[in-house]
């Protein structure tokens, strides 16, 4: 499942390839990909004629500002020209999305399409089709229409994320540390491989309960989670095999992780050998001799 860097990493690659691009067409391949609005005719509609401006990313969600397509009205620059809501999308478990500029007819896991008046595409494609779409018009708030989007903990890069904030939403509580870091109302952006490496990193076992935490640990846990995440985006998020970046490369699987998709491989600290079990129906990974 992409997490903070490989979402991350489809944000950047959206902003570079898409300069200017104003959807001209919409092809909704498989109708309950899009979430919202509930008929797909209004989100076919409600697109057209939208330049993409700007690409956001917020946790997992990529969030895409949407202006009035270019025409002999439009003003410039164009920050300044008419707002037409947002495209927000959620990857879950296998969405990506291909950009192609010849027309190479769609595979079967293809769930919706968007061209440009070139007929360059902008393609979904997700085979476990698990993936959302929204189209939020001007005037609605997408953090009020998409619960999950409305409910996240702060960007673990944001000064919000300090020691004192993690510090007071894990004291008094008995879940283990592993699930507090999954939980996305937490910390945004954070799933399985990013919170298994932190916790190997920070030398935290994933199954303490997380008011065990020391003050000396959170410190680590928070520095951490930061720098396995910065590290992760650096080399382009790509950790796993499912992940495709937009030309549909895998890019870097394979890349060094420390514990995940290591189990019984040796430890590169101490050479013990790395376990796996599951907490709350997740993998998880680490360290018997380097985490406590
Ligand atoms: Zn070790």
Same mark, same amino acid.
């Given at each position: ?34 979430? +919202? ?92 089709? +698990? ?25 673990? +890069? ?135």
């Amino acid at each position: 499942m992409p997490e903070l860097p490989e979402v991350e990493t489809v944000r950047r690659g959206l902003e570079k390839k898409l300069n200017n691009f104003i959807i001209k067409k919409v092809e909704v391949c498989r109708d309950s990909t899009v979430a +919202f609005p509930t008929n797909k005719e209004e989100f076919i509609k409600g697109l057209r004629n939208s330049l993409i401006y700007k690409w956001d990313r917020r946790g997992k969600y990529l969030i895409a500002e949407l202006k009035e397509g270019q025409n002999e009205n439009t003003q410039f620059p164009l920050e300044n020209s008419k707002n037409k809501g947002f495209l927000v999308v959620h990857l879950r478990m296998t969405g990506y999305f291909k950009f192609m500029d010849n027309s190479t007819p769609p595979c079967k896991h293809t769930r919706i399409r968007f061209f440009d008046e070139n007929n360059n595409e902008l393609r979904y494609i997700d085979v476990r089709s +698990f993936g959302q779409m929204w189209w939020i018009k001007q005037g609605l708030s997408p953090n009020k229409i998409i619960k999950g989007l409305g409910s996240l903990g702060p960007e673990p +890069f944001s000064k919000d994320f300090d020691t004192k904030y993690l510090k007071k939403v894990i004291s008094k509580r008995t879940k283990s540390i592993k699930a507090i870091l999954l939980d996305q109302t937490i910390v945004a952006g954070i799933g399985n491989i990013y919170a298994d490496e932190s916790l190997y990193n920070a030398g935290i076992l994933p199954f303490r309960e997380a008011q065990t935490i020391r003050m000396n640990e959170i410190v680590k846990l928070r520095e951490s989670i930061v720098t396995v995440l910065e590290k992760s985006i650096g080399s382009g998020g790509t950790t796993f095999s499912d992940f495709r970046d937009l030309e549909g490369d895998n890019g870097n699987f394979g890349l060094h992780t420390n514990v995940y998709r290591r189990t019984g491989k040796e430890c590169h600290k101490c050479g013990n050998l790395i376990e796996r079990q599951k907490i709350t129906g997740r993998s998880t990974h680490w360290c018997p001799k380097c985490q406590k």
